[in-house]
């Protein structure tokens, strides 16, 4: 068995016990935020300029109302699938009454923005090796000119190679080159004092561990256009960070980003009727610890983790670009009585009750002073603003 496989004995009948995300909903966290930001340029000309003795020419003023979640939907067993039903899908706002959104559609091609995190920590890490022509090979079909790319690895500290450039197959081969060189001479340098019989001195000590890096690419992220994305390979596993795993997951929640993780496949073993162990590859990223920070962190901002090897890695960065062209962008009107804080959105499907359903946090404007009680502001009628409950958000302590 390779480098870098997770083995876990269990029996087959142990196997439903393990926690499966096949509820048709999950809940995430929007913010509403206090601002003026939500008003957008004036038409018409200010009454004060009106010549004396002529009516003043009116104002029209134009808010910013309407909200767009991002909705990964994956069938059972975590697959692509064909288009469904757009009728289907349902919102609730901090528990309350269920409702359409207003419109349905898929992302399509809208532009992305994808942050490429490789961790260079492990020295036998099995998914590196082929990472090189599997990045490089996404461009033009599964990214496009208009998408952008940044490239970071963790290595002895966090480098980065690329940042928001435009996305083509010598730039990816480039930074992903350049990001794990100190990874590439290290290995070189140590199957040489292998070779010689010479001690292999120990690996560095890691300055940013997976989740403070995590938190400066997200940084990054944030002022970065279109659909934000970290894709993260790794195995999940953090080494002493400064940073939460939850405020990772907060911060990705807040800002719409939403983060994939590629790991290595894990391997079990199960024992068959005689009792003797047979080893299996294990697919799912959904028979882990129940205490996975990284696996809440990838499904609580929208995303999924994805198992690969060395051989079928350049499938499942194809795969991965695909589950992001085919989430589904849910649009629906801001309530008129919305207050600045954070918020829970659950996202249901009704006509099918075994979807894998992760939706992408957002940050939206709450309605002004101006716009809530203006006199001259024409309010949308009930029916259109959604309602919400009363559930108070509970953020992870740990």
């Known amino acids: 068995m390779g480098n870098g496989l997770r083995r876990m004995t269990l029996k087959a009948s142990e196997l439903p016990g393990t926690r499966m995300y096949l509820a048709c909903t999950i809940t995430l966290l929007y913010a509403l935020v206090a601002g003026s930001g939500n008003a957008q340029p004036q038409t018409g000309a200010a009454s004060a300029d009106a010549p004396a003795g002529q009516p003043a020419t ?10 767009q979640v991002p909705v990964l939907v994956l069938s059972h067993d975590y697959e692509r699938m064909k288009p469904i039903d757009p009728s289907g899908f349902r919102l609730s706002l901090d528990s309350g009454p269920r409702f359409r959104p207003s419109y349905v559609r898929r992302e399509g091609d809208d532009p992305i923005s994808l ?13 590196l090796p082929s990472l090189i022509q599997a990045i490089s090979a ?20 966090l480098i980065r190679t690329t940042y928001d450039s435009a996305a083509n197959p010598t730039v990816l081969a480039d930074g992903v080159q350049r990001a794990m060189m100190p990874w590439q001479t290290r290995q070189t340098q140590d199957e040489k004092l292998r070779q010689e019989r010479k001690a292999v001195p120990p690996p560095c000590r890691i300055r940013l561990p997976l989740w403070d890096s995590m938190t400066e690419v997200l940084d990054d992220l944030d002022q970065q256009p279109g659909r934000r994305v970290l894709l993260a390979i790794t195995d999940g596993e953090d080494a002493g960070s400064k940073a939460l795993w939850k405020d990772v997951m907060l911060h990705a929640q807040l800002h719409s980003e939403t983060v994939f993780g590629l790991l290595p496949n894990s391997i079990i073993m199960l024992a068959d009727s005689d009792g003797r162990p047979r080893m299996f590859p294990h697919y799912s990223p959904f028979l882990e610890n129940h205490e996975d920070k990284f696996e809440q962190i990838c499904v609580n901002s929208g995303g999924i983790q994805l198992q690969a090897s060395e051989h079928t890695t350049i499938y499942r960065l194809k795969e991965f670009t695909q589950m992001l062209r085919e989430r589904y962008i849910l649009e629906f009107p801001r309530g008129t009585n919305e207050e600045a804080g954070i918020h829970t959105l659950a996202v249901t499907y009704r006509k099918k009750s075994n979807l894998y359903i992760a939706a992408s946090g957002i940050t939206v404007p709450v309605a002004s002073e101006e716009e809530r009680k203006g006199e001259n502001t024409v309010q949308p009628a009930n029916s259109q603003g959604p309602t919400e409950g009363d559930r108070k958000v509970l953020l992870p302590k740990h």
């Open 58 to 67: 009116p104002t029209l003023h134009v808010y910013t109302n309407l909200k």
């Open 115 to 127: 942050a490429i995190l490789i961790d260079a920590s492990k020295p036998n890490y099995e998914l």
């Open 138 to 157: 996404l461009p033009p079909d599964f990214l496009h000119s208009e998408d952008r790319v940044s490239v970071y690895a963790i290595d002895c500290t």
